[in-house]
């Protein structure tokens, strides 16, 4: 794939697919901490028992939500290192805005 401008159409594509994937988990993750806190909450209050437990299948969704995009996220974030690697090769993407970007969103993905 030494194609330079298909390299560089799928450093942003695959970029951009970490990007997303990387806000989505983090929202996940900031969603099951707030209902977690709801929950703590109704207990606190004594609310009926089905609201509780209504609270609890909600967190287990989103903790479900954040275990499958982090996965997702993980695979997603290793082709892109292949393709960083791959293009990281080629000279004329050594400064390329489609790298720079690939890269943070590596870091992004990271974090």
Do not use: C, F, H
């Amino acid at each position: 794939m030494s194609d330079i401008p298909a390299i560089r159409r799928q450093l942003k594509i695959q970029a951009g697919g970490v990007a997303r994937l990387a806000k989505e988990n983090g929202l996940y993750r900031k969603e099951a901490d707030q209902l977690k806190l709801k929950r703590d909450k109704l207990v606190v209050e004594d609310a009926e028992s089905w609201d509780v437990k209504n609270a609890t299948r909600m967190i287990e969704e989103s903790e479900k939500m954040v275990i499958d995009t982090a996965t997702r996220l993980g695979k997603a974030a290793d082709v892109l290192s292949d393709l960083v690697v791959l293009a990281e090769k080629e000279s004329e993407l050594a400064e390329d805005p489609a790298l720079v970007k690939a890269k943070e969103a590596l870091e992004a993905a990271k974090a």
